[in-house]
């Protein structure tokens, strides 16, 4: 057979495989995790996935059945239909934090109520009606101390410890929930208040944050002052962390290793403090002297001003930053979010930024917000991808940024839409429209449903719909 075959001569030209794009689905299979890109492409699903769900008013009452202050500023507020000012002031959510599991929901109200849910059974309401009403049934725990309150946290070393500070006060009360107690089963007081012509003013505490492995406690005050306590020692602080301007701290953040404190507030400056000592280290050699400046300050306007497209779309001046925080997938990112409703990213590795994102102006929507009307926001981070969570100060609803640590991101400084490779990827900033003004929210730990605090004094849940089963088989 062979001889009736026709010899072929080798072919040397070089054949081109076609160019074939590998399975994705296939990879995730292979290497048996998810990578980076691939996430980053995901997380617009996800994003796409969330909206509200459930809508829940502030109508409690007290133990001996009387309405509630937030109850009844809420009511005042809405007799009023051209939102008197007086009224606005004394109304909001400003603060929501879940406890390390997600099992509990912490909440105060300006007004100054503490209330305390079981969020499973919070959010097993939200399949009924969209506006629901309050009820004490799932109602852990209802403080009314009738103070404004503007923090809360839960002490991550003990779960049943909840810390609750005021703008208005210079003490930090810690509540023990096992117990139900309507009293604080502490309090941890700064040291001698400013005083001027005469008069005491007392610093009031805007932020707290705990060190993971130990029991120090840190609360930033309205004279640009972190105080550091120790809940082994007495109840004044133990060390001080003092800031050139002298300026509320609006919000404090610590590192991972719990050595390093960022602070930020009024001036639009953001407060370096190494707990290890660095260039003030001899502040530690004295046992008198307890303040601690900081290692190092930036102007996060002249940090915005290097951003060349920026600064000439934009007259960027310095701002109020109403809050700061660390990115859980990606330490080196801090986020901050400013006064006009921007928000971005600044990389403590090298203080620069690197992400940016800039509503349109109010003067765009021939809408005009008063410095005088706005309160401070609390974002927050989802905690598995790099999803950003900030109220719009302008309209009832809530941003998703996108704020991924490369170029492909939609927020980041160098990202260019003109490119093919980025103009086909599919990430965008999404805007959830709301039935509230968001204050504050925050995520849950395990699989990020989101609840934010309103300025109407309700809980918002937000996330993904839920689908009936009755009709498959």
Known sequence: MEKYLASKKPCRERIKLPLRFRWKTSLVELNGKFEANYRHEMMNLLMRSYSEVGSFQHVYSRENGTICSSNINQM??????????????RNGVTSVDFDNKGIYLASVTKSGCLTVHDFEALYCRTNK??????????LLLHLSPDHQL????????DQNEVLCASMNSNVLLVFDVAYMMSE??????????ATVSGSNIPKGLSDVAFASNDSRIFGSDTHGTVNVWDRRAKGLPCLELTSPSFGTLNSIQLDAENQIVFGAGRH?????????????????????????????SVKLATLLEKIGSLKAQAEIVPKEIHSIGLNPSFPSQLAFHIADGWSGILDINNFKVTHIHCPPPAWLNDSYASLDQMDLRKPSWLSTCSIYLAGSPLNRGLHMLDFYPSISSPCHVDY?????????????NRFIPLTGEV??????PLYNAIVAGTKETSLLVISQKRKSCKGED
């Open 439 to 444: 204050l504050s929210c925050a995520a849950h």
């Open 268 to 296: 639009g400056i953001v407060h370096v403090w190494d707990l290890r000592g660095g260039r003030a280290s001899t502040s530690f050699l004295n046992h008198k002297e307890i303040c601690h400046p900081p290692v190092t």
């Open 150 to 157: 503007d923090v809360v946290k839960w002490n991550p070393l």
């Open 129 to 138: 009606l969209t506006c629901l009403q309050e009820d004490q049934s799932k």
């Open 76 to 89: 005042l507020t809405e007799a009023h239909t051209e939102g008197n000012l007086l009224y606005r002031r």
């Open 416 to 428: 260019k839409e003109d490119v093919p490779e980025f103009s086909k990827q599919k990430n965008h």
């Open 184 to 193: 604080p089963i502490d309090e941890l007081r700064t040291r001698n208040p």
